[in-house]
Structure formats: structure tokens, C-alpha cells
């Protein structure tokens, strides 16, 4: 599928930027999230970092922006549905998974944030569970800001890694 979408693009388009910042997006996305995996903004990020097209910083830039709007998104969802959230068929089904993030979540926001921006299962599942908790707005977004900073600087190194890597052995 990325291949069908990029191969009409030319190295230094915009649109690649856009691309990055939608698979963050959606990565990130309450629901979404759990089907769209991280590997995909990952490879795609090392391809575009291996194209000498943009400079890391734009790539990473790109990833950060996709990844704060997609938390945000989240946030208000479960602000705004907080007993349609826990009264759901999936919180249900993944009650512990749930519960161990909306625990986390009262010991330490600032942490829960953090590490749930950090583990696949979770990086959906915490803004939501953010705003059904009932964390203030500028709370969570002064955490998620730390977070996602956080996880765009370990995928620049990633990126930048891989990148290398690949290059160095083909």
C-alpha cells in the first residue's frame, strides 16, 4: 500500500511529510491505533531519512506533530464519552490492560503519559483514558508534550540508526 502511494511521488515532494504525519496520527488514535502499526511509520520514516530528501529534523518534526494531534484527538474522546468508554465491549474484553493504564494514570499522569506513549498496546488507549480520568487540559497537554518529545527524539536515533545501517550493508 505505501508503495502503490509513494512510487507517484518524487523525493522532496511535501506529501511525504504529510504521509508521516498521518501514519503518527493514526498510530496514535484512540481505536486505530491498535491495528496501525508502529513498524509502518517506522520503515516509511527510515526510507524517507535513506532518500536524502528531508533532513531528520523535518521527518521527526513531521511524526511529532501527527503524534500530539492524534493524542489530542483522543483526549477529547474519552473527555467527552467517559461512560460510553468504560461501559464498551472493548474496554470490557481488555479490562486488564485498562485497568493497569486508568491505575497508572491516578498514581502519575505524567508517567502513565510517558510510558504509554512508549508501548504500542497502551499509546491509543492512555489520552483517552487521560480524559475519561478527568486530567485538566493543559495538564495533559503539558505532558504530552514531554512525551511525545520523548518519542520522536528516540525515532529520530531510530531513524537515523536504521537508516545508517541499511545504508552502510546495501
Known amino acids: 500500500m505505501i508503495d ?6 518524487h523525493g522532496s515532494s511535501p506529501l511525504l511529510l504529510l504521509l508521516i504525519t498521518l501514519l503518527a496520527f493514526l498510530e496514535c488514535l484512540v481505536g486505530i491505533g491498535l491495528f496501525v ?15 536524502d530528501a528531508f533532513p531528520p529534523a523535518s521527518i521527526v518534526a513531521a511524526a511529532f506533530i501527527g503524534a500530539i494531534v492524534g493524542d489530542h484527538v483522543g483526549y477529547f474522546v474519552g473527555r467527552s464519552a467517559e461512560s460510553f468508554i468504560f461501559d464498551s465491549k472493548f474496554v470490557k474484553k481488555h479490562e486488564s490492560v485498562v485497568m493497569r ?7 502519575s499522569f505524567l508517567v502513565a503519559i510517558c510510558v504509554g506513549r512508549l508501548f504500542p498496546v497502551a499509546r491509543s488507549l492512555t489520552p483517552a483514558m487521560a480524559g475519561a480520568a ?13 512525551a511525545c518529545t520523548t518519542w520522536a527524539c528516540g525515532l529520530g536515533l531510530l531513524i537515523i540508526g536504521l537508516g545508517d545501517f541499511l545504508l552502510s550493508y546495501l
Not at 478527568?134 to 514531554?146: E, K, N, T, Y
Open 101 to 107: 493504564i486508568n491505575a497508572g494514570l491516578q498514581r
Open 134 to 146: 478527568g486530567l485538566s487540559r493543559i495538564r495533559f497537554h503539558i505532558f504530552d508534550v514531554i
Open 37 to 51: 502499526s508502529g513498524t509502518i511509520l517506522l520503515s516509511t520514516a527510515t526510507w524517507l531519512y535513506g532518500t
Open 4 to 9: 502503490a502511494l509513494v512510487a507517484n511521488l
